[in-house]
């Protein structure tokens, strides 16, 4: 906070005061001070035989003539009235310095002040102009504050039939628990993900709330933004950025089988992803629990960079041990001291991230059907050839096999082994593991590593999803 502005109104009233008390003294006609009341008015008299000086100094030096005594008080008078002059002159001159320099402090002061009232405004703006900028076509919607910090836009359902093709089914990007979600075009070349919740899934309502609170309130490289709503009859919709390669999910276990993503591409997923974590866990205030990351809720631009989706189930911590918190994720990504406990901690998302890692690496499922209708997670699985050497190769999934440094592969492999721990204190934080994997992925691709062209680990060009 800034310091309280000088009382300058103050001080220039008394500076003034002092000087109107300096000049305001009663004069006399010849502009001396009056003699005190009851005294008699002592009369200038007329210069005589050039006892004063025609230029009007007192020629006090110059011994008067004997018998002019008259003359002499009317100079020693004088000489003391332009000594008084002097030091009032002396006196104001200071007095008005001083309120100068006063005057040019204050001015500075509020020049300063506006400044920085403009930088914030500036820095506001920044923040509003990056939402308009995914909505062009604000014009034909409304405001609508969900909370106190968070500011969604409420959209306009014609406008989103429109842009849907009327929620077509040549328009669906693809289908989720709570609904589909569609891809939009609107006027003007805007695109967007359109996710439609339906009335007749259980908690839509509060994740609907939850997810515009949250996200609403989010604006990070590596978390999906949200662009706006629309509450329709019984139907919730959310409208997100377009991410154009899909979900992880629908790259890695999709149709392509994860042929786009070659190794440094998903090194770079996982860092992308590791940085969203982070900026979730250390970065908010209160710190944001996921509770829901998977493959399917790390989106992927046409760049292949990631983003974290979907916060209906987000919790801010400190609010997770409350009663009114359902034991809520998806098999296989779930830790087990919250399945078993329900201890929920950001821990809990390191667990998924090391699901989600694994999935990377070895190209599998998080929880695969095995025969007779049985199921097996891919950590039960993986967990003893992780950790041996002579094994973990075998392991990799074929579209990525040998294609990386071999060190790099065991050092992801052992990343992955601590954050599926089942003691959460065994897990490192999510910075540890961003710190781990900073390393890993290219300078080009958001890293550190520095590879040269002739490596045999050089960057791949990855094929157009
Ligand atoms: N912003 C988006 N851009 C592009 N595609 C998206 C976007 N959001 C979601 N999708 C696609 O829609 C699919 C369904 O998403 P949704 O979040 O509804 O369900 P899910 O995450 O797959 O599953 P669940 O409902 O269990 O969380 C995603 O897997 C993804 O392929
Ligand atoms: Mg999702």
Redesign the pocket.
Known sequence: MGSMPPPLPLLCSSALVLLLLLLGRPQGANGRAAPPAGQPVQQPAPAVNGSVASAGLPVAAAPPPLGRLDQVVIVVERHQHLRRELIAAIVVSSVAGVMIVLAALYSLFLWRRSRRALVDSNDTQSIDTARIAFVPMLNSFNSYKTSKKSAAVMMDYTSLEAATGKFSEGSV???????C?YKANFDGGFAA?V?RLGSETQNCDKEFENELDLLGRIRHPNI?SLVGFCIHEENRFII????EN??L??QLHGPSHGSALTWHVRMKIALDTARGLEYLHEHCNPPIIHR?LKS??I?LDSDFNAKI??FGLAVTSGNQSKGNIKLSG?MGYVAPEYLLDGKLTEKSDVYAFGVVLLELLLGRKPVEKMAQSQCQSIVTWAMPQLTDRSKLPNIVDPMIRNTMDPKHLYQVAAVAVLCVQPEPSYRPLITDVLHSLVPLVPMELGGTLRISPESPFAIQKHSPC
């Open positions: 990007l693809g289908v989720g628990g709570f609904g979600v993900a996710k999906v997100y950025e377009l991410m899909g979900s999910d629908s829901d399917s809720n989106l989706s979907d998806t």
